[in-house]
C-alpha cells in the first residue's frame, strides 16, 4: 500500500472497506488506467471546442464498419433477464432497505449523481452495498422505526453505478494524486464484492454515467478486464449498462455497445443529462439551439423522439436492453389530487416508453413500482423483453437529433425563476450531504440542478427575450436568486450557484466547484 494515502476522516466501520488489500486494488487501477483516463478527458476539451466552432456533431466515418455489420452483445445472465421496472436511489441505508424490498427488479444503487461525494457517504455507501448483498442490513430511525430486508419476495437486483470519469477523489491520494473517482468506486465495490455475488446467483453488474465516446467505453472494458483478471472472477462476468445521457454518445450508440459487447446489458435514456449536454455542447451555437424552459420540454421534442428512437433500434438491434428515463415524482401524503394528476402522467410517460419498445424503465420511489410494472406487464404479455418486436430500420440522421429549433414552448420568467430556485436549493442540499433532495413533489438530483444552471447561463448568454418582454440579464438573475433563497440556502450555495450559472467561462460540471467547497470545508 506503499504511496497510497487516506485524506478523508475516519467513517464508522470504514475500517472494513478501506483494507490494504482493497486500496491496493484500487491503486493498481488507478496506475494503470489514469493516464488513458486523462488524455480522455482532453480529447473531449478538443471535440466541445470543434463543436463550438462548427455547431455540428455527426456520426463517425471511421467506425462506419461497426455501425453496418451484425453483431451482438453478450447474454443476459438469470437475474437481469427482466427489468421492467427499476428503482434507482442514493445507497443510504433506509433507501438501500426500502429499494430493495420495492418490488423493483432492479435497484440502481446511486454513487454518482444522487449522492454527495461527502467521504462518509462515498465510504458509507460501500458499507450499506457490502451488508446489502449479505443480506444484514437493517435500519432504526430517530423515531424507533426497524427497517429490514424482506423474506418473503424476491429483492430487486443491485445495479451500481460509480461516478464519472471527470471526477477525482480528493480523499485519497495516489502516488501524490487524487484517484480517479470512477475507479475508487468501481473498485471497492467489486473487490468486496464480485465473488459473494457471484457466489449468490448473481454478478457484479454497473451502470456507467456520463460516457462520450465509444473509446471511454473501451476504457471500462478494460477495467472489467483487468480487474477480473486480478481476483481470478471469470471473463465476461461483468455486466454494464450504459447511460446515453450526452449528445456526443447519442452519435456513438452501436460503437460503445460494440466497445462494451462481452460485458455489455443495454443502453438506458438519460434523459435529464442528455438536456443539460445539448444545452452545454452547444451553448454559444446561436438562438437554433436555445430550450424553451426545461418544464415544458416532453420526450415527445422532435430531437428527444429521435434520440429515444435510435436508442431503441440500437439496442433491439444488438440484444441489449433498452431501458427507459425517469419518473422522478414523488407521491404525496397529504394530497390525493396532487398524486391522482401525476399518477397519470407517469403511466403516459411509461405507456408512451413502451409503445416505443423500451424493455423497461425507472422510478424513483417505492409508489410508482407498480405504475411502471404494470404497463409492462401489459407491453410483455408472457415476455421478459421487447428485444423481439420488429426494428424500426428507419435512418435517424444527425439533422434530426440535433433538431432543438422544432422544440414548442417558450422562454418564461416562471421558468426563469424556477430554475433559479430548484437550482440553489439542490446545491443548498448538495453541499450539506444529500444528493436526492424532494423539491415540490419531485425528487431531483444533480442532473436537475445541472440543467437549471445551464439554461440560466444559455438564455443570458444569447439575450434571450422572456414571456414578459424582459431580457435574461445577468442582473435580473441576481435579482431573483435573492428574492428565492429563503434562509436554508448559505451563502456558499448561492456564490456557486451564481458563478456556474452566469460566469463567462462555462463549468463543465456544477458538482466540481461544489467539491472544492465540501473538501475545502473538511468533508
Known amino acids: 500500500m506503499a504511496d497510497v494515502e487516506v485524506l478523508g476522516d475516519p467513517v464508522e466501520r470504514g475500517e472494513e472497506i478501506l483494507t490494504p488489500a482493497a486500496l491496493d486494488f484500487v491503486a493498481a487501477l ?33 467506425t462506419r464498419g461497426i455501425r453496418t455489420s451484425e453483431w451482438s452483445v453478450a447474454p443476459a445472465p438469470a437475474d437481469l433477464v427482466d427489468r421492467r421496472v427499476e428503482m434507482t436511489g442514493p445507497t443510504d441505508r433506509k433507501m438501500t432497505i426500502n429499494a430493495l424490498n420495492s418490488g423493483a427488479r432492479v435497484w440502481l444503487a446511486d454513487l454518482e449523481d444522487a449522492s454527495t461525494p461527502h467521504w462518509r457517504n462515498v465510504v458509507g455507501g460501500q458499507v450499506n452495498l457490502y451488508d446489502a448483498i449479505r443480506r444484514t442490513i437493517t435500519f432504526t430511525s430517530e423515531a424507533g422505526k426497524t427497517y429490514a430486508l424482506a423474506t418473503d419476495q424476491r429483492l430487486a437486483t443491485i445495479v451500481m453505478r460509480p461516478r464519472g470519469w471527470h471526477f477525482d477523489e480528493r480523499h485519497l491520494i495516489i502516488d501524490g494524486e487524487p484517484a480517479v473517482g470512477a475507479l475508487v468506486d468501481f473498485g471497492l465495490y467489486f473487490f468486496h464484492n464480485a465473488a459473494e ?9 454497473f451502470y456507467l454515467p456520463k460516457l462520450e465516446s465509444h473509446l471511454e467505453a473501451r476504457l471500462w472494458n478494460d477495467v472489467f478486464v483487468r480487474a477480473q483478471e486480478r481476483l481470478g472472477i471469470p471473463y465476461g462476468t461483468v455486466r454494464a449498462t450504459v447511460l446515453i445521457e450526452t449528445i456526443p ?11 462494451l459487447r462481452d ?43 429521435a434520440y429515444t428512437r435510435l436508442l431503441v433500434k440500437t439496442c433491439h438491434r444488438r440484444g441489449a436492453f433498452a431501458m427507459g428515463g425517469m419518473a ?70 444527425a439533422g434530426e437529433l440535433l433538431d432543438v429549433r422544432s422544440t414548442p414552448g417558450e422562454v418564461t420568467e416562471l421558468g426563469l425563476r424556477n430554475n433559479v430556485r430548484v437550482g440553489v436549493l439542490y446545491l443548498e442540499a448538495w453541499l450539506q450531504g444529500n444528493g436526492a433532495v424532494a423539491i415540490d413533489n419531485m425528487m431531483e438530483d444533480a442532473a436537475t440542478a445541472e440543467i437549471a444552471r445551464s439554461q440560466i447561463w444559455q438564455w443570458v448568454h444569447n439575450q434571450v427575450k422572456l414571456d414578459t418582454g424582459e431580457l435574461a440579464t445577468a442582473e ?7 428574492e428565492e433563497s429563503h434562509a436554508s440556502v448559505g451563502e456558499e450555495a448561492r456564490r ?3 458563478e456556474v450559472a452566469l460566469a463567462d467561462a462555462f463549468d463543465d460540471f456544477l458538482t466540481l466547484p461544489a467539491y472544492d467547497a465540501i473538501v475545502a470545508a473538511g468533508a
Not at 36 to 60: M, P, Q
Not at 476 to 482: K, P, S, T, W
Open 30 to 62: 488507478h496506475r494503470e488506467f489514469v493516464a488513458r483516463r486523462n488524455e480522455l478527458l482532453k480529447a473531449r476539451s478538443r471535440r466541445r471546442a470543434e463543436v463550438a466552432r462548427t455547431s455540428r456533431l455527426d456520426f463517425l466515418d471511421e
Open 197 to 205: 455475488l457471484i457466489a449468490r446467483g448473481s454478478g457484479p453488474y
Open 249 to 259: 454518445a447519442a452519435f456513438e450508440m452501436d460503437e460503445i455497445l460494440y466497445e
Open 263 to 305: 460485458h455489455a446489458s443495454g443502453l438506458n435514456a438519460g434523459r435529464w443529462d442528455y438536456l443539460f449536454s445539448m444545452i452545454k455542447y452547444f451553448r454559444d451555437s446561436g438562438p437554433d439551439f436555445v430550450l424553451p424552459d426545461r418544464n415544458s420540454v416532453g420526450m415527445t421534442a422532435p430531437f428527444l423522439r
Open 328 to 397: 422522478a415524482f414523488i407521491p404525496s401524503r397529504k394530497d390525493p389530487a396532487v398524486n391522482e394528476s401525476a399518477f397519470a402522467k407517469v403511466r403516459a410517460d411509461k405507456q408512451r416508453e413502451a409503445a416505443d419498445g423500451f424493455d423497461g424503465s425507472w422510478v424513483a420511489h417505492p409508489d410508482l413500482v407498480p405504475i411502471c410494472r404494470e404497463v409492462f406487464d401489459q407491453a410483455l404479455g408472457q415476455n421478459s423483453r421487447q428485444v423481439g418486436k420488429p426494428i424500426d430500420r428507419t435512418p435517424i440522421s
Open 476 to 482: 435580473l438573475v441576481q435579482r431573483i436568486l435573492d
Open 496 to 498: 456557486i450557484f451564481a
